[in-house]
């Protein structure tokens, strides 16, 4: 960077030169553990070293998938941690620049009640409750619910969507626990739709997961970027892309120290062991392929979500095209 400064009629020139910094924005739980593996171990910083690139990497909390969003289309952050229907739209308004670098992990997202009069998710098409979820019509969950809608409750898409509210998840677990609100479900992820389980005592119960929506093992959140930003900096994305690749095989190979990662940068009520055990879980997977985002995209084309049709290899990065994605 080039500064003059102008003193008693002369010009005094001093040139410096620091590090470029790449952002890359998430929100609140342990499913972003890669992430803080990447920041903890200072993993993009290593990687730029090896590959002879001047780069660090800053990590931030924008809590909602919709501030990530407008924050990467406003070219404030180069990447973001993101749910699958929001990768989806953005593509699409981008004219196919945003694109997933890989998925972060895949695990089922539940439905949680307070409601002894809700049976099944069906129910909320008459109840005065609310379901809490983090972007009302775009989040992962609220895709989701529009699935359910179809599939489910034989509904059109959109018939659940006037009872869903906007929350954080934080926010959204302590207004179904606090059984004083007009949020009445939540749906979230982990941690929080396990601490609502334990701390109902009763009270809250599991009323859907997301991979009886799906079928299967889907991907709940991926790692996203730019095309015109990987264009212009190969190397750097090239960078993050192997950062994020070990981020990725220490949290599958070494649950104790992704849950112990996570617990030292979030530090979240749960202890490492509670966290442990639902990183655990048969149905979670940290792996960087993505999985079922074809399903989300032909929903949303189908439903007019969106404009264009895409499939997983479109929605991708080419450091992707050679796995078993779907």
Partial sequence: MKKTLLGLGLAITSLSVSA??????YQNGWAYTPLYIMQDQGLVEKHAKLAGVDLKAEFRNLGSPGVIRDALIAGQVQFGAVGVPTLIQMHDKTAGDIKAVGNIVS?????NTNDDKIKNVCDYKDSNGKIALPTVKSSVQAVTLQMASVKLCKLEPFALDSKTVSMTHPDGMASLLSGNSEVTGHFTSPPFQHVELEEGKGKVRKLLS????????TSFILLVGSEK???????????????????????SNSKKVAAETYVKIEKPKESVADVLAQMNSDDVLFDVTPSYIATYADFMFNVKTVKNKADWKALSFPNLHSKNGS
């Fill in 20 to 25: 470029e910094t790449v952002t890359l924005a």
């Fill in 107 to 111: 695990l089922p997202m539940f439905l």
């Fill in 210 to 217: 997301s991979y009886e929506v799906l079928g299967g093992k």
């Fill in 229 to 251: 930003w990987k264009t212009s900096h190969a190397k750097e994305y090239d960078v993050i892309v192997k950062a994020f690749e070990e981020a990725q095989s220490i949290a």
